[in-house]
């Protein structure tokens, strides 16, 4: 197999050679055809994540076929599947045993603390994989399993509100945006200030109003999701929800909240943040992606121009997901 291997944190990746990976029991060895590129791989990359597996193999948006499987599974050969952040929980944790594994207490996780999908091949827990149809493609698919299923997760902890605003229009924002206007919400975007390129992308997928993050919306919103990195932005996003508004931080790194006064936080106002996902959060959003016909827009690169994708990821050159394919 091939695989980009991010060796040294902050260092670019290398490509590299291994032996095709054996699967353990309970374990199936995938043939990718697709991986997305997440924001989060940027913070693997970058040190900004506790105790990384390294040398590590980042990607956690993984769409292939089932290749070879270890004792106890009973996937079959060729089948097509997604791979997701969640790549173990332990099943007997506290968190575990209340429908909460998304906090479970000695998690892995593909592409952090396993070997992801920047590869020709990776090893993945059949239990944890999610069944995928063989007419999706693959490319498409891909941003689905984490852009999608962490948006909705973010958008579930936002509650049922009808106006919601989306800091940060990138790859999870441009999949919730189309789930929410599929519900029959209204979408308000907020971007980069003076980035009419992504303001334009976000009304084309429904965004009715578009603007700058530091902006105010017209309307005060039933609840804001923060997919921008930026602890900056919560105030703001404070001010612009209603009495009882809910603001949900979706990223898993976000750089420091400033101080602000009490009354943004007032009248019953709060503030979240959304860790990981529960398989039930992929089982929910995968059916209602299809349902929906959410369609990721999707820039691809070969395997081996990995570092150009995050390069592009990171200066915001993108519209949509960047999605790497072996
Ligand atoms: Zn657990
Ligand atoms: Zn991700």
Redesign the pocket.
Known sequence: MRAMVLRRLGERLAMEERPDPAPGPGQIRIRIEACGV????LHVVDGELPNPKLPIVPG??IVGRVEAAGEGVDLKLGARVGAA?LAHADGTCAYCRSDRENLCDHPLFTGYTRDGGYATHAIAEAAFVFPLSDDLDPVAAAPLL??GL?GWRSLKMAGDGRTIGIYGFGAAAHIIAQVCRWQGRRVFAFTKSGDAAGQAFARSLGAEWAGGSEEQPPEPLDAAILFAPVGALVPGALAAVRKGGRVVCGGIHMSDIPSFPYRLLWEERSVSSVANLTRQDGREFLALAAQAGVRATTKPYPLDRANEALADLRGGRLEGAAVLAP
């Open positions: 997440c924001r989060t791989d956690h948006e952040w984490c852009a962490i």
